[in-house]
Each structure stands twice: as structure tokens, then as C-alpha cells.
């Protein structure tokens, strides 16, 4: 246990070498926030309700999209493909680690300071523009929106896994993680919550994995949903996340196994 | 200047060349710029089904708003694809091998790379703004004329803003997010810069003149821009441009090659 805190402590250490850099990702992230924000904000200057959603139902969702992002998505695992790539993967293999545990120990140190970020950002944020932002008080939707955020987390932890292992057998990693960075962005709800879609398209975004890591969270957030939806969709995301995990396993073993440490 | 022009061809054949070694990659970050461009415009499109308008616009016009943002950020990032690639020549101080070269070194830092993805997505861009301008009633052939003119002072603009990144990554070196905050603020054209509130509007449209680049022409399009307003626009380009040619010049003796 004591290593894998170790690992966590140099990540946090990485961070802070590159202050700039670091200071403008989070400029980045504000800026991406107030481009949704305004938009949706400008929608319903002319409109009280739109798709069903008032307007502190969805400034809420947008701006919690933030402190969302940093817990599920903020991950380094798209490291592993280059580690493959470029050999580097053997000296990780030998150390007395288990080489998924490193990934998620580096993955941990980025989402709790993205989330930690994320929250003093919102904190300003609301602030300065004093949205009608909804504060959930319902112990039931706040734990029940902080289970569904950890399967969210793992669900992305397990597909990024899947991805960098394509570096297996490909060189080309960049391509097939932009079309999901993509997927992401808009079948996850990133722009806008998924149940706005037509009703014949929602119920096949209900079956797809990228419904789990932002939308179905912060729908819990919001409170406003029945117990069944809350049941099918961890049923769902549960099942997900376990098939994944199989496959990750899976792959790794068999990409294991052709692995040439090229380049070392 | 024509041999410049004979040096950029060069360098974008190469550069061209370079997306034939992998062209299944090459193909899905092509599947993937589409698709990016296909699912806001669904989004916008079912938005204002629902709207009617947005901030005052109808359906056709801020669909134009996103299509002049798509063509002059396809155009910028296929001109200024060299920019991303410029923080390694530092930290590598391989720059030093660029200066000694007998071409200018900002040329070379700018248009050393040539996007074939983002080329190949201008054409169908331009037919399809023709297409939403013909849906629109009103337009004049002086409005698209000044509508064109808009787009090439967006771009004068752009390119400061390029200088400006390639000034700072030779100071820094710490410069992997600049050019996307650059991205990210630009993006915020994707739609009319009219819908942020204040102070946000004047700050993109002044401070980092999104609005003048991808909102100003289409504005003046459809007749909403008034004549004082199209002469800040040309008046900050020129300003930005200068600024950011002297931002090089002292960063270029700032330059130290302490990586080599």
C-alpha cells in the first residue's frame, strides 16, 4: 500500500513542475464551462422551460460538470499506449507493482486534484455570477450520486485501458482515443443532458456505456428521478463495468503476450 | 514572395506525404473532426426547433454563425498546424537548426506544417455556407463581399495569435495549453457572441476578439454591423498583428538554446 501512496505523492510532484502549464489547463476548463453556460443562460432568457428542464435544473448540470469531470475523467492511463509504444512498459513489469494498481494510483492523484480544482473554480464561479445553482440536501441522492460517480470512474478507467492497449498491436493510439474523446463530449452528456434527445434515440443512448460516466451521475444529482431509472441504470452501468473489466483483462493478457518491448 | 509561396509548397507536400504512412489513422481523425462538426450541428439545429431563435437569430443564421466558425478554424489549424508541434524544437533545441536556415524562422515556425485533414474539409465547407447564405433572405452581393473581407482580417488575427503562442513558447517553454486556450476561447464564436452577457461579451470581443473574427462577419452579412464597428475590427487585427510581430522579435532575442 505504502508504494502505490508513494506513486501518488511524485504524481501530485509532476504536477506542481509544470505550474504554468497546469494553471492554463484550469483556465481551459472555466472557459469550456462559460461557453456552455452562457449558451443555455441565453436560452432561457426567452424561454421559462425547455425540454423540460427549468433553468437552475440545467445551469446545475452544466456547472457540475466540472467537479464531475474531475472525478470520472481525469485519468493519465493514455501514458500506457506510449509506454507500450516505446518499450517502456518492461521496466514497469519487473518492479515489484501491480501494473494496474500504478495506473489507478496515478489516475487517483490526477482526479483528486482535478476535483479539488474543479471545486474552488465553482466555488468562484458562483460567486462572481451568482447562478440559481440547486445544492442537493437529500443524503439518498448524494450518496446515491456518489456511488454512481465511482462506477463512472471505473467505467472510464477500463475503457482508456482498452484503448491504450490497441498500442499492443498498432502504433496509431491518437486516432481511435480523439473519436472517443468525441463520443465522449457528446453521447456522455457533456453539452447537454442526454434525455433532451428524442425519446427513440435516448433509449439506445440508455444502453451505451458513455450514458454512465456524466449524465446518469448528475441526473442523480439533480434528485429529480424515480427509483425505478436509479435501478435500471446501475443495474446497467454495474454490468458494464464488469464485462469491461473481463475484457481489459483479457486483452492485456493476450497483448501480453506479443509484447516486444521494441525500443528498450 | 513567390518564393516563400515555393517553400510553402514544399513543406506542405511533405507534410501531405506524412498522412499517406498512416492512412487509417489519418482517416479516423478525418471520421472524427466530421463527426465532432455533424453532432454540434444536430444539437443547434434541434435546440432551435424547440427556440425558434437564439438571442435574436433564426435557425439558418446561427447555423451560418457555425459554419464561418468551422471554415475559419478549419483554415487556421490547416495554415498553423507547425504551432503545435513548436514546443519540442525548443525543448529539444532543435529551433537552433531552423534559425540557421535560410528562410525566415517565423515563416518556417508557422507554416512548417500543412493539414491535409482540416484542407480537405474547407471545400465541402464552402459550398455549404453558399447553400445556408442562398436560404437567407436579404443578402447582398456587397454584404458578401464584406463578408469575405471579414473572414481574411479573422485570419490576420489568428496569425497574431499564433506568433504570439510560438513568442511564448520560446520564453516559457511551457506552453502545451496556450494554443488550446486559443482554441477553447474561439470556440465560444461557434454561436453569436451576442448571447454572452456582459462582461464576458466585451471581453471576448475586444480583449481576445472571438467576435471579430467569427461573429463580425456574418453580422455584417446579414446587415446587423455598422461601418465604425467593421473599422475597429480591421484597426485591432492591425494592432494585434504588429503587437505580436514585435512579441517575436523580443522573444527571439530572449532565445538562448540552452537546450542544445
Same mark, same amino acid.
Given at each position: ?264 | ?24 489513422? /489519418? ?130 488575427? /489568428? ?98 538554446? /540552452?537546450?542544445?
Amino acid at each position: 500500500m505504502k508504494k502505490y501512496l508513494i506513486l501518488i505523492r511524485n504524481s501530485f510532484s509532476e504536477y506542481f513542475a509544470y505550474r504554468l502549464n497546469f494553471f492554463l489547463w484550469r483556465v481551459r476548463v472555466i472557459a469550456i464551462i462559460l461557453i456552455n453556460f452562457s449558451l443555455w443562460q441565453a436560452i432561457f432568457r426567452q424561454n421559462k422551460v425547455v425540454f423540460g428542464y427549468d433553468e437552475s435544473q440545467i445551469l446545475t448540470y452544466i456547472i457540475f460538470i466540472s467537479i464531475l469531470s474531475g472525478i470520472v475523467l481525469a485519468t493519465r492511463t493514455e501514458r500506457v499506449a506510449t509506454e507500450i509504444n516505446m518499450g517502456i512498459l518492461s521496466n514497469l513489469l519487473i518492479k515489484p507493482i501491480h501494473y494496474f494498481f500504478y495506473n489507478l494510483s496515478r489516475d487517483l492523484a490526477d482526479k483528486v486534484i482535478n476535483t479539488c480544482c474543479s471545486f474552488i473554480e465553482i466555488a468562484l464561479l458562483i460567486t462572481v455570477i451568482n447562478p440559481p445553482v440547486i445544492l442537493q440536501n437529500n443524503p439518498f441522492w448524494l450518496l446515491s450520486f456518489i456511488m454512481t460517480s465511482i462506477v463512472a470512474s471505473l467505467l472510464y478507467f477500463e475503457i482508456n485501458m482498452l484503448l491504450s492497449s490497441v498500442a499492443f498491436w498498432s502504433k496509431e493510439t491518437w486516432a481511435p482515443r480523439f473519436i472517443f474523446f468525441i463520443l465522449v463530449n457528446f453521447l456522455a452528456g457533456m453539452y447537454f443532458p442526454l434525455d433532451i434527445v428524442p425519446q427513440g434515440l435516448y433509449r439506445i443512448l440508455e444502453y451505451l456505456p458513455f450514458t454512465y460516466l456524466i449524465f446518469f451521475p448528475l441526473k442523480i444529482y439533480l434528485g429529480n428521478i424515480t427509483i425505478v431509472f436509479l435501478i435500471k441504470g446501475l443495474i446497467i452501468s454495474v454490468v458494464w463495468s464488469v464485462f469491461l473489466w473481463w475484457l481489459m483483462i483479457y486483452v492485456w493478457k493476450k497483448g501480453l503476450k506479443i509484447y516486444t518491448s521494441e525500443g528498450q | 514572395m513567390s518564393r516563400y509561396f515555393r517553400v510553402w509548397l514544399i513543406l506542405s507536400s511533405a507534410s501531405f506525404q506524412s498522412f499517406f504512412v498512416s492512412k487509417f489513422g /489519418a482517416a479516423l481523425f478525418l471520421l472524427g473532426k466530421i463527426l465532432r462538426f455533424i453532432f454540434f450541428a444536430l444539437f443547434l439545429i434541434y435546440l432551435l426547433q424547440k427556440t425558434k431563435v437564439l438571442a435574436g437569430y433564426d435557425l439558418w443564421q446561427v447555423i451560418l454563425f457555425y459554419l464561418t466558425f468551422n471554415f475559419i478554424d478549419s483554415l487556421t489549424q490547416m495554415l498553423f498546424r507547425e504551432v503545435y508541434r513548436f514546443r519540442q524544437y525548443i525543448i529539444s533545441g532543435n529551433f537552433d537548426l531552423i534559425l540557421i536556415k535560410p528562410v525566415n524562422s517565423l515563416f518556417r515556425s508557422l507554416f512548417g506544417w500543412t493539414d491535409l485533414l482540416d484542407f480537405i474539409t474547407l471545400v465541402p465547407f464552402i459550398f455549404i455556407i453558399g447553400f445556408v447564405i442562398n436560404k437567407i433572405p436579404g443578402i447582398t452581393l456587397i454584404g458578401v463581399l464584406f463578408y469575405i473581407l471579414l473572414v481574411a482580417n479573422a485570419l490576420v488575427i /489568428a496569425t497574431s495569435f499564433h506568433i504570439m503562442v510560438l513568442s511564448l513558447a520560446i520564453l516559457t517553454t511551457e506552453i502545451d495549453h496556450a494554443i488550446m486556450i486559443y482554441r477553447d476561447f474561439t470556440g465560444m464564436g461557434k454561436i453569436p457572441v451576442g448571447i454572452y452577457s456582459e462582461p464576458l461579451r466585451s471581453f471576448i470581443t475586444f480583449i481576445i476578439p472571438v467576435g471579430i473574427m467569427m461573429s463580425f462577419p456574418v453580422e455584417k452579412l446579414l446587415g446587423r454591423l455598422t461601418v465604425e464597428s467593421m473599422v475597429w475590427a480591421f484597426a485591432i487585427s492591425l494592432f494585434l498583428f504588429s503587437g505580436s510581430i514585435l512579441f517575436w522579435r523580443y522573444s527571439i532575442r530572449c532565445y538562448t538554446s /540552452a537546450s542544445n
